[in-house]
């Protein structure tokens, strides 16, 4: 079973930090890439942040240097810790898993979502 599960969304002031948590089977978690997306109101889905399996990341240009996505392999858990956070943050956020690589529209196992919500 690939099934992410997200959690750690909430309310935030902007310059604020949150972190956001996934957790995996611990197959998934070895065996798959993962990645954060985020999808806000009237927008197309975007990849915020990836990972592969031997740890190498990649960032979305609009929080490279802000969010930080990262892996306990003793919880089986993704993270991704975000500060600095914009009102244009403010999304769903998802968990996503892929065993085939990790080009963004590859990732096809997805959590349900978590909302995050940054105000002025």
């Known amino acids: 079973q690939v099934q992410p599960v997200e959690s750690g969304g909430g309310s935030v002031q902007a310059g604020g930090s949150l972190t956001l948590s996934c957790a995996a089977s611990a197959y998934t978690y070895r065996t798959f890439y993962m990645a954060w997306f985020r999808q806000a109101p009237g927008k197309e889905r975007e990849g915020v942040a990836r990972?592969?399996?031997?740890?190498?990341?990649n960032y979305a240009d609009v929080v490279k240097g802000r969010f930080t996505i990262s892996r306990d392999n003793a919880k089986n858990t993704l993270y991704l810790q975000m500060n600095s956070l914009k009102p244009e943050d403010t999304a769903m956020y998802y968990c996503a898993a892929t065993d085939r690589s990790w080009w963004w529209p590859d990732f096809d196992y997805w959590g349900q979502g978590t909302q995050v919500t940054v105000s002025s």
């Open positions: 990972i592969e399996r031997g740890g190498t990341t």
